[in-house]
């Protein structure tokens, strides 16, 4: 019994481990760091393990020696940080509506962490909106797709083939402009009422100049910011899950 296939075996599952593991710690959901080390480990590591009959053909390993090697370990890196590095965009159309919520509203003074960019602090609304999509992810079965994506992105980047630097950044920079137009388009409502009630409270300000008009009002605008996000919060979310779906189905292709 032999085991000269043992070298190549575990040299084409830490390739493959150095892609998957890379695309699951970014990916939107799998790379949420609510999700404890050891959970987003072991999820890299068993998808790896069920990923490698399918795909180890595609690496042609004939003599392993360390150069080529350490070439195609840092290629499979940069393709899982690229690809993954573009869908974690997605998720900044979140911030993009909750901050311009925030603004409209007099909320903007209310910060937290955001679990879903590594904690960083952000727009009370935004990073609800966010925490809520990662949600509504496993909850309409978008983490199929998340795994679909991964195994497709051999055939987009095969191992080893280079890494086509200019499309990924017009990828890039795709992602964030359509993230900023649905950030924009979730919180459309309240750039409205934002207007039409400044607007208002200037016409009043100047009709009596000794009363602290939005010193009253400031309530009345949180109140009303609020009841507006309760009442918008299906529409606003069918967007950013349509967001996230279509780009998502790209990457598949």
């Known amino acids: 019994m032999s085991i000269n296939w043992l070298p190549q075996t575990a040299l084409i599952y830490v390739l493959v481990f150095a892609r ?3 695309m699951i710690m970014l990916m939107p959901g799998f790379g949420s760091q ?3 080390m050891r959970m987003r480990l072991t999820i890299a590591l068993v998808f790896t393990f069920i990923m490698y009959p399918l795909i180890s053909t595609n690496y042609s390993i004939t003599q392993i020696t360390i150069y080529p090697a350490l070439h195609l370990l840092f290629s499979e890196i940069l393709v899982g940080l690229v690809l993954g590095g573009v869908a974690r965009l997605l998720l900044s159309a979140a911030q993009v509506a909750g901050s311009t919520i925030a603004f409209q509203t007099g909320l903007s003074f209310a910060q937290t962490s955001d679990p879903t960019q590594g904690g960083v602090q952000g727009a009370i609304f935004g990073n609800f909106i966010a925490v809520l999509g990662v949600a509504l992810i496993f909850a309409m079965d978008f983490h199929h797709l998340v795994l679909a994506a991964i195994y497709k992105s051999y055939e987009m980047f095969s191992p080893g083939g280079g ?6 950044k017009d990828m890039a920079v795709e992602v964030i402009a359509g993230s900023f137009v649905v950030g924009v388009q979730m919180a459309a409502p309240f750039i ?5 009630f400044y607007f208002g409270l200037g016409i009043l300000a100047r009709l ?6 939005f010193f009253i009002a400031m ?6 910011g609020l009841l507006l996000f309760v009442l918008l919060l299906g529409m606003m979310m069918t967007w950013y899950m349509n967001h996230i779906e279509q780009y998502l189905l790209r ?3």
């Open 163 to 168: 890494i086509m630097i200019a499309d990924a």
């Open 208 to 213: 009596m100049p000794q009363l602290q008009v």
């Open 251 to 253: 990457l598949i292709g």
């Open 192 to 196: 409205v009422f934002g207007l039409v």
């Open 34 to 36: 609510r999700l404890p």
């Open 219 to 224: 309530p009345a605008n949180i109140g009303i």
């Open 20 to 22: 998957v593991g890379t």
